[in-house]
């Protein structure tokens, strides 16, 4: 039932920004569609805290983002003008196709004061539709599909689960929600997807007869699974269908190497826009930066 166990590995975004990266991990490139999976905080914010600590504008190609906060709030900024806060149990989906620019930052949090936590995640897009239009749609709370039963509160994110469809706009067949448990609650993990994972972001849950805490990921087989909270847990569940082989560059997802590349010389070259109202500073291409082959998952 279960076919491998991925620990987060702990990364400094700098500016005292801190995350569990989960995806991409050097056995296990993707779980369906998702190609990235990062844990955020839980941290602390200070008033007045370093603008350092923000996510500044950066490139995207080949991929979809969803930012997804237990708590906090983060103001996002894009090349497509939309500007708006991202808060918790809301959902901002920015496929970026061809490219895209963003900004995140912790306004809020440097005003008064915040407790950050969420999941960031990155969904690769099929080969047909790698270069498509960037887009981006917001979802407020009580737009997603949300149920209570037996100890379980859950919100569907994205794709379909349950017998419910969230609204985002996805490009290959997936599945995203959030599941709140009470200990000792039940609950399954939704079937009729080629690759699953579950990840625990805070407590305890057994599933397939392995304990899974806060900071792990399980990559399931496509055998029926149930799970069960030890105590309290909030876990994310996620599958999807295979795409194919992606590369991973920097913040660029594609099928092609040379696609990459030219990702890469177009924002060393300043020849992506900025995001409106944030384009007074970047983030560079970092030096060292490596692709990344990944194989079919």
Not at 78 to 87: A, H, I, K, M, T
Not at 93 to 115: F, N, P
Not at 258 to 267: F, P, Y
């Amino acid at each position: 039932m279960i076919e491998m166990i991925i620990e987060q590995r702990r990364r400094s975004l700098g500016g005292g920004l801190e995350v569990g990266r989960v995806l991409p991990f050097a056995e296990r490139r993707m779980i369906g569609p998702f190609i990235f999976f990062d844990h955020m905080g839980p941290m602390d914010i200070a008033p007045g805290v370093d603008r350092n600590a923000d996510v500044r504008p950066h490139p995207h190609i080949g991929l979809s983002t969803v930012t997804y906060l237990y708590s906090g709030e983060m103001m996002h900024r894009d090349s497509l003008g939309y500007e708006l806060p991202v808060r918790p149990q809301e959902v901002n989906w920015m496929t970026a196709g061809r490219g895209v620019t963003h900004s995140e930052r912790l306004e809020k949090g440097r005003a008064s004061g915040d407790h950050l936590h969420g999941i960031q995640a990155w969904v690769a897009l099929p080969t047909a539709d790698e270069e498509t239009d960037p887009a981006f749609a917001h979802y407020e709370g009580a737009d997603l599909p949300a149920w209570r039963d037996g100890g379980v509160s859950g919100h569907l994110i994205a794709g379909s689960a349950y017998g419910l469809v969230a609204g985002a706009r996805t490009h290959s067949p997936l599945f995203y929600a959030h599941l709140d448990l009470e200990a000792g609650a039940r609950a399954e993990v939704p079937m009729g997807h080629g690759e699953r994972g579950v990840y625990v972001a805070t407590g305890e849950i057994t599933l397939g007869g392995r304990t899974l805490t806060a900071g792990q990921m399980a990559v399931l087989s496509p055998a029926a699974s149930h799970l069960r909270a030890e105590r309290p847990s909030t876990i994310m569940l996620l599958g999807g269908e295979p795409v194919g082989e992606r590369y991973l560059y920097w913040n660029f997802v594609s099928s092609s190497p040379d696609r990459l590349q030219q990702a890469a010389e177009d924002w060393k070259a300043g020849r992506m826009k900025l995001p409106d109202g944030d384009d007074q500073e970047f983030t560079p291409f970092p030096d060292g930066a490596r692709m990344m082959p990944s194989p079919l998952s």
